[in-house]
């Protein structure tokens, strides 16, 4: 059963697939694409009204709903992993192979940008974004997702989703990009504290350093 998959496209690479995830994708990356739309587009006699004022609303679940779609995805590619036979030192390499990809993905988007003018300067290369967030959270998850038993897996992620609820509001001080990244990182093995962690985000971006 693949969730909202269409009867008329089986097969076994469309068998393979949980329709739910890629439409929970879809969504995030339209509401991602309203986000950006309309704070670009939007003139500034309208940005107060309720329309804009809603679609920055819709704009803050994006994020974490990425966030949470990069967990869930590691967990079951881990999972399917195991039942193929692969060892536990195996699952743990290739999910960090997978953040390490994703990372450089985003540091090369963040060159593109600053190559473009996007940026005003060097130090904006390390400025924190979901694709960052998403790298560091696959690396913690691919660690906690390494180990043997199944007791071992649920207290590593249950430990790092305690881990975010203290981390979080440290993410205010002084250094809240790394504090930020880091919390971010861990809320993404449980992904039960991801809103706080994104409002979080959010008031780092507007601290003047």
Do not use: K
Request: with cysteine.
């Amino acid at each position: 059963m693949t969730g909202f998959a269409s009867p008329g496209q089986a097969g076994p690479e469309r068998a393979s697939r949980l329709g739910y995830l890629d439409w929970a994708r879809g969504l995030a990356v339209l509401l991602m694409i309203n986000t950006h739309a309309f704070s670009a587009w939007t003139v500034a006699e309208d940005r107060g009204t309720r329309l804009f004022g809603l679609a920055r609303l819709f704009g803050g679940y994006p994020a974490p709903l990425f966030l949470f779609l990069a967990g869930l995805s590691a967990a079951l590619v881990a999972e399917r992993e195991r039942a193929r036979g692969r060892e536990d030192g195996e699952v743990r390499r290739r999910g960090l192979r997978r953040a390490l990809t994703v990372l450089g993905y985003a540091f090369l988007f963040r060159v593109g940008m600053f190559a473009s003018g996007g940026f005003g300067r060097a130090a904006d290369l390390l400025r924190v974004d979901v694709l960052n967030c998403i790298a560091v959270s696959l690396m913690l998850v691919a660690l906690a997702l390494g180990i043997p038993s199944p007791r071992g897996r649920l207290g590593a992620t249950l430990g790092l989703a305690a881990a975010i609820a203290l981390l979080a509001p440290a993410g205010a001080g002084d250094h809240a990009d790394l504090q930020v990244l880091v919390s971010l990182g861990l809320a993404q093995a449980q992904a039960g504290r991801g809103e706080d962690a994104i409002a979080t985000v959010q008031r780092a971006g507007r601290a003047d350093p």
